[in-house]
């Protein structure tokens, strides 16, 4: 008897092949594009936390030749 009930209740569950064939593509789909996304999500949280996390630049000083070079431009224009 149990043997019986099982085989109809299989028989009840594929009643519609093209149905199954369609979900099981669209399952597919669904996991191939989540996969990407992940990905996606998981470059852009790393992009920021390295943005978060990376050391502030020092102020670039200016050197001694170039200070030297602009005072002495200075000097010239006023005389």
């Known amino acids: 008897m149990f043997a019986q009930e099982y085989q ?4 009840d569950m594929a009643k519609n092949p093209w149905m199954s064939l369609w979900l099981s593509a669209a399952n597919t789909w669904a996991g ?8 996606e999500v998981r470059r852009q949280q790393k992009k920021v936390l390295n943005e978060m996390t990376k050391p502030a630049a020092r ?7 170039s200070t030297k070079s602009s005072t002495s431009a200075q000097r010239k224009s006023k005389g």
């Open 8 to 11: 109809e209740t299989e028989f």
């Open 59 to 65: 102020p670039v000083s200016k050197s001694r030749s």
């Open 32 to 39: 191939a594009a989540r996969g990407h996304w992940t990905a």
